[in-house]
């Protein structure tokens, strides 16, 4: 009797297994890269181009399917090897290996609902308007300075919701987050003050990001929008960010122009300590044949604001790129030259200059 009770369970678990199968694709995918980097500095503050070699490995785990009730949904994690904080200033640092995740549900092919951690949603689908050969300019060697567009997921968990369709291959992206001090730990089922909780303090800020893409013809308009409220006493400073980028593609080439301005930051700091950023992009690139993309990128940023008693010169950068693609291999060497940079939260400075080169290689898998 036992037996055939242990026979019955098998045979149902197993039907069980087979039909949540039957209704999700699971996917397994991702890279592993090896970049150096050297280059020099001038001034004062800080020495940031000794010689450097290192890697990051991602692995994403996705799965896909129908609901019960005709609903599609999704979910992805990845696994990153080269977690770092995002954009907030936080005592306790718990960046473990699983970082952007996400979860869509989608009730018709027009809209879906999401929670992301560290996901592209919100004006962050905005934040590179132009193109891009290889990484963004802000992170392409690290060593810029340069202000990016704010956004409230990026480093933190969010809800909201995608809108398709909004004209050609449209898209509209709002992004809600209650808690900016979140980290990717945050438990589903503990409060903050639960078992292992402790640590993340009251409610630091919260905020909304509101981002749109849309592409008539050769032309890709992006727009977005960020407002953070800062809750950390009544002199922080509350940040709001905003960019608007057009890109005019005609293969094999690609030119595009961005503009964003952020009023304070995303970590919460007094008013007196807050800057006001406005950068100004322009980047295009070209397919010299189906394995060499180059490109090249230049930067300008004003900083002003409480902060700055004395105005410092114009940030610049420009970037150059060539990109070999060998499949599922790319090989690729960048240079970066960037002046009057700014150290950590302070003004710019003539003389502080930086010139970085980097090679890298990337195998996607």
Do not use: C
Not at 97 to 110: F, N
Not at 192 to 207: H, K, V
Not at 241 to 263: E, H, L
Request: proline share 4%; net charge neutral; charged share 15%.
């Amino acid at each position: 009797m036992k037996n055939k009770i242990a026979k019955s369970i098998g045979v149902l678990s197993l039907a069980s297994l087979m039909t949540t199968t039957a209704h999700a694709q699971l996917t397994i995918s991702g890279y592993a890269e090896a970049g150096f980097l050297t280059g020099s500095t001038k001034g004062t503050l800080q020495a940031v181009n000794s010689k450097g070699l290192g890697g990051e490995t991602v692995i994403t785990i996705a799965g896909k399917g129908k609901l019960s009730n005709g609903w599609d949904y999704s979910a992805y994690q990845n696994i990153d090897s080269d977690e770092a904080g995002n954009g907030r200033n936080t005592t306790f640092t718990r960046n473990g290996p699983l970082t952007t995740r996400a979860i869509t549900l989608s009730p018709s092919p027009m809209i879906s609902l999401f929670y992301t951690y560290d996901g592209v949603y919100g004006g962050e689908i905005a934040r590179t308007a132009v193109p891009a050969v290889t990484e963004r300019v802000g992170d392409l060697t690290g060593n810029a300075t340069i202000s990016e567009f704010i956004d409230v997921t990026s480093g933190s968990h969010a809800v909201g919701f995608d809108v398709l369709q909004l004209g050609p291959n449209g898209r509209l992206s709002v992004a809600y987050n209650p808690h900016l001090g979140s980290m990717p730990d945050n438990s589903s089922d503990r409060s903050y003050s639960g078992t292992l909780q402790t640590g993340y303090g009251a409610e630091p800020a919260s905020g909304y990001s509101i981002g749109y893409s849309v592409s008539p013809g050769p032309v890709t308009v992006r727009v977005g929008i960020t407002k953070i409220d800062q809750k950390q006493g009544s002199t922080a400073k509350d940040a709001e960010s905003k960019t608007a980028g057009v890109t005019f593609t005609q293969a094999p080439f690609a030119i595009g122009v961005q503009r964003t301005k952020n009023d304070g930051l995303k970590a919460a700091l007094v008013t007196t300590s807050s800057f006001e950023d406005e950068v100004d992009t322009i980047s295009a690139s070209f397919a010299a044949s189906k394995e060499l993309t180059i490109g090249a990128t230049y930067s300008t940023m004003e900083r002003t604001g409480p902060a700055t008693t004395t105005k410092g010169p114009d940030l610049k950068v420009t970037q150059l790129v060539v990109a070999y693609n060998l499949g599922p291999v790319v090989i690729s060497g960048a240079y970066e030259d960037a002046k009057n940079r700014a150290i950590s939260n302070a003004a710019t400075t003539s003389g502080l200059d930086a010139t970085t080169a980097k090679i890298k290689v990337k195998a996607n898998f």
